[in-house]
C-alpha cells in the first residue's frame, strides 16, 4: 500500500493562499500591503569628481542631509585654507524622486597644475619667474551640493585656500565658510597682501592699495567659482590663495606687494574668501568639522508615517479572499510570494486563520485517507 499523498486531496496552493516563511515570520501571500521598512537607510559620499544620483526608495518621504563644503589648500609652505562649511537640513521626497549629490574637492598645490579644488574652487596664486610657476598658493575649496529632480536645494560653500610666503609664516590663513563666510586673512608684515573677501560678502578679490609692481591682487569670483589668487614677481614675497566655491564664490587673496630683505621678513600673500552657502527652511548652516581634505555627503532617508502619495497600492486590493479556495492571482498592488520574501512582513489575521483552516483541511483529508486504506 503507497503513503503517497493522491494528487486528488492535495490542498491547492490557492487555498493555502502561498504559504511563506521568512525572516521568521509566517506569511501569507494573499492580497496584503505591507508598512515601509522601518530601519533606516543611508547613502554617505565622499569626493569623486562627479555628480551621483541616488534614487529615493519606495516608502520613503523625507531625507536628512548632511552636507560637507571642501576646505581650501594649504600653500606650499604649509599655510593652511580655511574649512569648509556644513549644511543640515531635511528635505521632503516621494518614491522615485531623484537626488543627485555633488561632492566638492579640496584645494590642493601641484607643482605646475592649476589646483582649485572640484566644486569650483578658485586656483591659488605662484612665484612667476620666466614663466614658469612655482612656489604656490592653497587653491579653494570645492562646494558640495544637492538638488532634487534638477533643483538645487543646498550648497556648503569651500573654504578659502592658505596665501603662500617664502619663510612659510606669514601667509594668510583661508577663510572658513559657514552661515556668515569669513574673509581671507591678511598676509604679515607689512606689504603682505590682503585677503580675499567670502562670497557671503560679495566675494571680491583683495587689493593691494596702492597697486603694486611686485604682487598682483586676487581675483573677483565668477558666480560660484572662487577667484583666483594673485600671482608674484619676487623672490621674497608670496601669492595670493584661491577663493572657495560657493552659491557666490570667495576672492581670491592678493599676492605680497613689497619684497623683504630676508627670508624673515618676507611679507606673505594674502588668504582667499570661503564661498558662500544656502539650504531649505530649517537648514542649519555652520563649518564643518573638517580642517583639511574633500567634502562629504550623507542622505539618511525617513519612512512614510503616512501612506505615501506616491505608491501605486489600491485600497480596494487591501482584503484578501472571501473563502480559503477563492483563487488568489496576483492583483495590481498585491503581495506575491516573491514580494513577501523580500519583506519579512506579517499578513492580517484574518488572512492568517483563513489559511490555517485550509491547512487544516488538507491534512483531515489526509488523515482519513490513510485509515481508510489501512482497513483495506
Known sequence: MSDRIPRSILVPASALAAVLVTGGALCFGAAASFAAPTAPLITA?????????????????????????AAGGSSTDGMPGGRGARVAATIEVTAGSTLVGDVGGSGTYEWGELNGGYGGGGTGGAFIVNGERSAFAGGGGGRTSVSLNGELLIVAGGGGGGGNSPWGTTGGVGGGAGAVGTDGASGIPVGGGPGGISGDAGGAGGANVPTSTIGADGHAAAGGVGGAGGDVYAVLAGAGGGGGGGVVGGGGGAAAAAEGTTFDDSPGGGGGGAGSSMGPAGAVITTSEYREGGGTLSFEFVACTTPDPSSSTDPSTQAGPSTPTEASAPQSGTATPERLASTGREAPLGLIAAGAAALATGLLLLRGRRTHSRRH
Not at 48 to 67: F, L, N, Y
Open 45 to 69: 559620499m565622499i569626493f569623486t569628481g562627479a555628480p551621483v544620483s541616488v534614487p529615493v526608495p519606495d516608502g520613503m518621504c523625507s531625507v536628512k542631509v548632511i552636507a560637507d563644503g
